[in-house]
């Protein structure tokens, strides 16, 4: 299936049917006034980007009997339960195909993901995943295994539809940036048009949440919505979203949308929200996870967009074994499985993450 620019817009047009009839933000929170007295509406916006002229997978290999092959996994950490369930779809998958799965973790760490992917061409793996930390620190290591005949595809590398392979890499599965944050800006502005907004990045250099947030900011604009600030939590942390929301809030007290560069980082400013009293600010996550349905359900956060975890992990097994069996080629370059977005209109069908 491809998401041509047609099937894009029928998506949008289906999301904005869900959003017929809401009146409040996160469920049970009233949506924020916008001032001046006008019933200001929010601008139409296309979806333009790049994303929507990409496939949403690869072909399905044929399973050959009796091939025996080994994928090395590079992951940036297991702590995201994003990512944890994208390296499990991938080992489930490896294995449903007959091949052995070897995982690395790197915590975050570049220097350790430098280490692990020598220490899978010193094993001899026959193919490689990879969600790279740092994708420029991995240049070496990874032209090496294209010098032996290892094929390398990548998770968001680059993260930008559109944009040309790293060296070295023969393909990439993109979870998907540019369009979910399309559809929570437009959710978000569908509520509150006009509205004061700040983001909540954070403080490591992965280029996928960099761009991510950007791309909030981008479309919040496109929607117009007023930027205030972005404040970076400082670490992947709870504890570092809930300080990066009340510096929000101390410096920005009308503001009505906050923008995070994760779940986690969503229900933690959504806890923090609720904590203060707070009920016309508007909180919206990106990747899916059950805690963040769950409080949109009750009425803390107002959305996210679900990514499809398990088909983000079982296309890389399958361009992998493509690749090395010679099956479906030549692969695309980039493929982006479809998003959903989730608000309180349909958060009761959806199972999330971790759910």
Same mark, same amino acid.
């Given at each position: /299936?491809?998401?041509?620019?047609?099937? +894009?817009?029928? /998506?949008?047009?289906?999301?904005?049917?869900?959003?017929?009839?809401?009146?409040?933000?996160?469920?049970?929170?009233?949506?924020?006034?916008?001032?001046?007295?006008?019933?200001?509406?929010?601008?139409?916006?296309?979806?333009?980007?790049?994303?929507?002229?990409?496939?949403?997978?690869?072909?399905?290999?044929?399973?050959?009997?009796?091939?025996?092959?080994?994928?090395? @996994?590079?992951?940036?950490?297991?702590?995201?339960?994003?990512?944890?369930?994208?390296? &499990?779809? $991938?080992?489930?998958?490896?294995?449903?195909?007959?091949?052995?799965?070897?995982?690395?973790?790197?915590?975050?760490?570049?220097?350790?993901?430098?280490?692990?992917?020598?220490?899978?061409?010193?094993?001899?793996?026959?193919?490689?995943?990879?969600? $790279?930390?740092?994708?420029?620190?991995?240049?070496?290591?990874?032209? &090496?295994?294209?010098?032996?005949?290892?094929?390398?595809?990548?998770?968001?590398?680059?993260?930008?539809?559109?944009?040309?392979?790293?060296?070295? #890499?023969?393909?990439?599965?993109?979870?998907?940036?540019?369009?979910?944050?399309?559809?929570?800006?437009?959710?978000?502005?569908?509520?509150?048009?006009?509205?004061?907004?700040?983001?909540?990045?954070?403080?490591?250099?992965?280029?996928?949440?960099?761009?991510?947030?950007?791309?909030?900011?981008? @479309?919040?604009?496109?929607?117009?919505?007023?930027?205030?600030?972005?404040?970076?939590?400082?670490?992947?942390? *709870?504890?570092?979203?809930?300080?990066?929301?009340?510096?929000?809030?101390?410096?920005?007290?009308?503001?009505?949308?906050?923008?995070?560069?994760?779940?986690?980082?969503?229900?933690?400013?959504? !806890?923090?929200?609720?904590?203060?009293?707070?009920?016309?600010?508007?909180?919206? $996550? !990106? *990747?899916?996870?059950?805690?963040?349905?769950?409080?949109?359900?009750?009425?803390?956060?107002?959305?996210?967009?679900?990514?499809?975890?398990?088909?983000?992990?079982?296309?890389?097994? @399958?361009?992998? #074994? !493509? +690749?090395?069996?010679?099956? !479906?080629?030549?692969?695309?370059?980039?493929?982006?499985?479809?998003?959903?977005?989730?608000?309180?209109?349909?958060?009761?069908?959806?199972?999330?993450?971790? $759910?």
């Amino acid at each position: /299936m491809k998401h041509t620019t047609s099937a +894009l817009a029928a /998506m949008v047009a289906i999301a904005a049917l869900a959003l017929t009839g809401c009146a409040s933000g996160g469920g049970g929170s009233t949506a924020p006034e916008t001032g001046g007295g006008t019933s200001a509406e929010a601008p139409d916006v296309a979806f333009d980007g790049a994303e929507g002229g990409l496939d949403a997978a690869y072909g399905e290999p044929e399973i050959k009997e009796g091939y025996a092959f080994t994928v090395g @996994w590079l992951t940036p950490t297991l702590a995201n339960p994003f990512v944890k369930a994208v390296y &499990e779809a $991938g080992e489930a998958e490896t294995k449903r195909l007959g091949g052995e799965f070897i995982g690395l973790d790197a915590g975050l760490n570049v220097d350790n993901q430098v280490s692990q992917c020598n220490q899978l061409i010193a094993q001899g793996v026959d193919a490689i995943a990879v969600y $790279g930390v740092d994708p420029s620190a991995l240049g070496p290591c990874l032209e &090496e295994a294209a010098s032996l005949g290892i094929p390398v595809i990548g998770q968001d590398t680059p993260p930008q539809a559109g944009e040309e392979l790293l060296p070295s #890499y023969t393909s990439a599965v993109l979870q998907g940036v540019d369009y979910p944050r399309y559809l929570v800006t437009q959710h978000a502005a569908s509520l509150a048009p006009g509205a004061k907004y700040a983001t909540i990045g954070v403080n490591i250099p992965v280029p996928l949440l960099q761009y991510s947030i950007g791309r909030a900011e981008h @479309w919040a604009d496109e929607f117009g919505l007023e930027f205030t600030e972005r404040v970076d939590a400082q670490g992947d942390t *709870s504890e570092a979203a809930a300080d990066a929301t009340n510096t929000i809030l101390t410096r920005n007290p009308d503001v009505k949308v906050i923008f995070t560069y994760n779940d986690p980082a969503a229900a933690a400013a959504a !806890n923090t929200l609720l904590a203060a009293g707070i009920t016309d600010v508007l909180v919206y $996550g !990106n *990747s899916g996870e059950q805690a963040t349905i769950d409080l949109i359900k009750e009425g803390s956060a107002t959305g996210t967009v679900l990514l499809d975890t398990k088909q983000i992990g079982v296309q890389q097994i @399958w361009g992998l #074994y !493509n +690749l090395l069996t010679e099956q !479906n080629l030549p692969l695309p370059k980039q493929i982006v499985p479809a998003p959903v977005l989730v608000t309180a209109e349909n958060a009761d069908s959806v199972v999330g993450i971790g $759910g």
